[in-house]
């Protein structure tokens, strides 16, 4: 059995990243993923610099579409719409991530594809939902980071100003969601034999992410904390002589570990730190002592000495370093396949590992409307009418 969604057919209608990734992930766990794309192809083949000759493929489109077939559909004509029309009557899941009413305006909102097929899983991915003053909003991550607090967490600690995270976290934390309420809506189609509407959206799913220690200075009502919280701390990264280390000492005994690792048993009398309690409540002080017994050594000796004091600690690695770092190595958590077109690429192996359906291994992207016949025969059109449709531009088919 190849992975455990082996027989679960996905149509992805989505483009970017936030619904891409999610299906990704479906992908590598078995399900058959369809990718339909207008004839220019989702926008991510053209938003970073091509690393084909053909200009199809971006490294981000690589990373978010491996594994996937792909058909490239006009959904401006009624060919290329009844040509969707038949894939979905056959499908399990139904992704999309357009901007409220442009399924609708297409004939295939959730109600109608319902009445095509009920055992449907529908599934709406949008920026801040179909609801509310900002629905018709343009979004894309740094909305989201600005709307749901997570650029006050990370603001500067002196100015308070508000920063971004220099990653699309929002997106890819909503893919994640997404791929998981998509797993959980087809284990209960198992049980009802009916479909259902799934909506995710990103301002949700990022309030859900930081609520747990982000948000616990405004979980009880009528005790809110003012913004200047705990958040505003330095953070736990440390320079060394030679580079940079982090460690953690939340619990006693890793406090305890940290003051003999350093040498420093003074610290365990300190008021200020011989609580957990304390420790949190004085953690600026706290973080800033740390950081002056660490930069007095080099990274390999704290790191050891650390260890050995079972202090959470681990070297702050460059990205290029991250490639060859022992334990990444050690698990071959990175493969490397050929990729037509492209040459040698590396990817993450996926990170769910199951005993019984092994994940598939990464695979290639498709080009735009490299499967297009083959799905068209696989849903009842002949030779002939996939020529006509191709000849009107209906149908893309991926060249070479």
Not at 220 to 235: C, I, K, L, T, Y
Not at 254 to 261: N, P, T
């Amino acid at each position: 059995m190849a992975g455990p969604l082996s027989g679960v057919r996905v149509i992805d209608l989505t483009s970017v990243v936030s619904g891409p990734f999610a299906t990704m992930f479906l992908a590598d766990q078995g399900a058959d993923v369809i990718k339909v794309e207008p004839p220019s192809g989702d926008m991510t083949r053209r938003t970073r610099p091509p690393i084909d000759d053909g200009g199809q493929f971006s490294p981000m489109f690589i990373s978010t579409n491996r594994g996937k077939r792909s058909i490239s559909l006009d959904l401006k004509r009624p060919e290329g719409v009844a040509a969707l029309k038949k894939l979905i009557a056959r499908s399990d899941v139904l992704v999309q991530n357009f901007r409220p009413q442009v399924m609708e305006r297409l004939g295939l909102g959730e109600p109608a594809m319902r009445a095509l097929n009920p055992r449907l899983i529908y599934v709406s991915i949008s920026g801040v939902g179909d609801s509310g003053p900002y629905a018709e909003k343009r979004v894309y991550d740094p909305i989201i980071q600005g709307l749901s607090g997570f650029a006050d967490v990370q603001a500067q600690a002196g100015t308070r100003r508000p920063q971004m995270i220099r990653t699309i976290v929002a997106d890819k934390t909503t893919s994640v969601m997404t791929a998981q309420a998509i797993t959980a809506a087809l284990y209960a189609r198992e049980k009802t034999g009916v479909g259902q509407h799934v909506k995710v959206a990103m301002l949700d799913t990022m309030l859900a992410f930081l609520w747990p220690e982000a948000m616990t200075n405004y979980v009880v009502v009528g005790r809110e904390a003012p913004a200047g919280d705990h958040n505003s701390r330095p953070d736990l990264i440390f320079p060394t002589t030679d580079g940079y280390i982090t460690a953690g000492t939340i619990s006693d005994s890793e406090w305890a570990g940290f003051c003999k690792a350093t040498d420093r048993s003074d610290l365990l009398d300190d008021e200020r730190f011989d609580s957990q309690g304390k420790r949190a409540a004085n953690a600026t002080q706290r973080v800033t002592l740390m950081a002056a017994i660490l930069a007095t050594r080099s990274t390999a000796d704290w790191l050891k000495r650390l260890d050995d004091c079972d202090v959470p600690c681990a070297p702050v690695l460059r990205r290029a370093e991250v490639l060859t770092n022992e334990q990444v190595v050690a698990r071959q958590l990175i493969a490397e396949y050929d990729h037509p077109g492209v040459g040698r690429v590396r990817q993450p192996r996926p990170a769910a590992r199951f005993s019984a359906t092994l994940a598939r291994e990464p695979s290639a992207a498709p080009k735009i409307g490299q499967h297009s016949r083959e799905i068209l025969r696989e849903l009842g059109y002949g030779a002939d009418e996939i020529d006509a449709l191709a000849a009107t531009k209906v149908v893309k088919e991926a060249k070479g």
